[in-house]
């Protein structure tokens, strides 16, 4: 089995490119990969905890929390990021970690894949 | 190099795509990149399809759109997010979003 | 010990996203990134600046006066303070009519040795295939 680090700048409301990335975050675990799932920019908003599923909008929170659970999947969103748009640590859902950009490319060492999604 | 592009976009990235060269190259359609698996203007096929690739398009992102398999170009293979996990471990090894 | 390269890709407009500026401030994370690595690991980013991304190297950008924000200009400078290799496509910049003069070359007024390379797309192809990893923005 493989090591996947999935990048992602793209906004949870918005855009669909993030759900794509944790469909294929799923579907990489369900194969037994390991997935390392990154989140700079507006894709932090993802690692807000206390989202409401409406059906209008993307919801991935129980999808992210399945995958945790397994062992094999990590999320880490960038504390910068994060800071700038009002979400602190104490907001950050069970199961996520903040760091700084360098751990993403610090994960991209032992990836076998990358897929970094650069935009919206 | 072996590699794998995700095509997310329908308007862009075209460019990045005629001036790509691999030795094997597959071109993933997703998101709104399926409407190049898919959509037809003045009756033209995408001319994206005319690339020298295995193209393939997210059964997933191309039904979501209104289109079903029997729609899509010839050339085109539909995938599920699966497949495209297989694609992206087994048979390229660079993997690149547009 | 072993060295992975990372080849950033910019072909993103700045400003009305956040991608190209994201894209630099990624690379420039590569500098402290042994942290996370056992002893003599490294990973090593390189920039390359192809069609529109060419315009995050303008010089004389003025985002800092008129919204008080630190420009893309200031970050592709801090990229040449450092130890990566910075690519700009020649013939994009042929065809928006931009010569080195209108760029950020190098950092030289911050103190810095490293000078940005204007190459035609085939050095970029290489610095593509050579690469581990691709990331585009």
Redesign the interface.
């Known amino acids: 089995m493989g090591k996947l680090t999935i990048g992602t700048f793209s906004s949870l409301v918005g855009s669909m490119s993030l759900d794509f990335a944790v469909k294929l975050a799923e579907a990489a675990v369900k194969k037994g990969h390991n997935v390392d799932f990154w989140m700079s920019g507006n894709a932090t908003m993802l690692a807000k905890k206390g989202q409401k599923a409406f059906k209008d909008y993307s919801f991935l929170s129980k999808t992210l929390q399945e995958m945790l659970a397994t062992g094999n999947f990590n999320i880490t969103a960038c504390e910068a990021c994060a800071e700038a748009r009002g979400y602190h640590k104490e907001d950050c859902p069970e199961g996520f970690q903040r760091k700084s950009m360098d751990w993403y490319l610090a994960s991209t060492f032992e990836a076998d894949r990358v897929l970094h999604i650069g935009g919206d | 190099m072996k590699l794998a592009v995700l095509m997310s976009d329908y308007r862009t990235g075209s460019d990045i795509i005629d001036r790509l060269s691999a030795e094997k190259l597959g071109i993933i359609l997703v998101g709104n990149g399926v409407y190049h698996a898919a959509a037809k203007e003045d009756g033209k096929a995408c001319a994206i399809l005319d690339k020298k690739a295995e193209f393939f398009a997210l059964t997933e992102d191309f039904e979501s759109r209104g289109f079903t398999a029997d729609k899509l170009d010839s050339r085109v293979k539909a995938v599920n997010y699966s497949d495209v996990v297989d694609l992206i471990f087994n048979d390229y090894e660079k993997v690149i979003w547009l | 010990m072993?060295t992975?390269k990372?080849a950033f890709?910019v072909?993103?407009l700045p400003y009305k996203?956040?991608?190209s500026r994201?894209?630099l401030?990624?690379a420039i994370?590569?500098?402290?990134?042994e942290?996370?690595?056992n002893d003599g690991?490294l990973?090593e980013?390189s920039i390359s600046y192809?069609?529109d991304g060419v315009f995050n190297v303008m010089k004389n950008q003025q985002a800092g006066k008129h919204y008080g924000i630190t420009t893309n200009e200031g970050h592709a400078k801090n990229t040449l303070l450092l130890d990566l290799k910075v690519l700009i496509c020649k013939e994009d910049l042929d065809k928006f009519g931009l010569t080195e003069e209108n760029l950020v070359m190098d950092a030289d007024d911050l103190g810095g040795d490293m000078k940005a390379n204007i190459v035609s797309?085939s050095e970029i192809?290489k610095e593509?295939?050579t690469?581990?990893?691709?990331?585009?923005?």
Request: glycine fraction near 2%.
């Open positions: 072993a992975r990372l890709v072909r993103s996203t956040e991608a994201l894209a401030t990624h994370s590569s500098q402290t990134v942290i996370y690595l690991d990973v980013a192809v069609g797309y192809q593509m295939e690469a581990d990893h691709l990331l585009f923005c």
